[in-house]
């Protein structure tokens, strides 16, 4: 079992940034890529950014390319993703993933992730 924990959502304005972790269990963190999503009200969950077990790879939504930056820390089990520059539209519930492949690639897909993390929720003013 695999249990995910994300922390450091809160109200920001825009413009303004956060920086979200994911602190994950198990001794077997960094052979898996990591992704973050996120859900709005009202609509479907949705890619934010992933990266490879390694941490050399990384994938963005076209929506925060160059705003957001996933990263990890495979001693601390950690996964990141530094938000900067947000938009009211950044505003969700945002979900740490684990992918369901040792060693796969990172991916978009939500159906290659098999643990979630409970969520974080971040809000962005105008």
């Known amino acids: 079992q695999v249990q995910l924990v994300e922390s450091g959502g809160g109200l920001v304005q825009a413009g303004g940034s956060l920086r979200l972790s994911c602190a994950a269990s198990?001794?077997?963190?960094?052979?898996?890529?990591m992704g973050w999503f996120r859900q709005a009200p009202g609509k479907e969950r949705e890619f934010v950014a992933a990266?490879?077990?390694?941490?050399?790879?990384?994938y963005y939504a076209d929506s925060v390319k160059g705003r957001f930056t996933i990263s990890r820390d495979n001693a601390k089990n950690t996964v990141y993703l530094q938000m900067n520059s947000l938009k009211p539209e950044d505003t969700a519930v945002y979900y740490c993933a684990k992918e369901r492949l040792a060693f796969g690639l990172e991916s978009s897909s939500p159906n290659d992730y098999d643990y979630w993390g409970q969520g974080t929720q971040v809000t962005v003013s105008s």
């Open positions: 198990g001794s077997t963190f960094s052979t898996y890529a």
């Open positions: 990266i490879s077990w390694g941490g050399r790879s990384t």
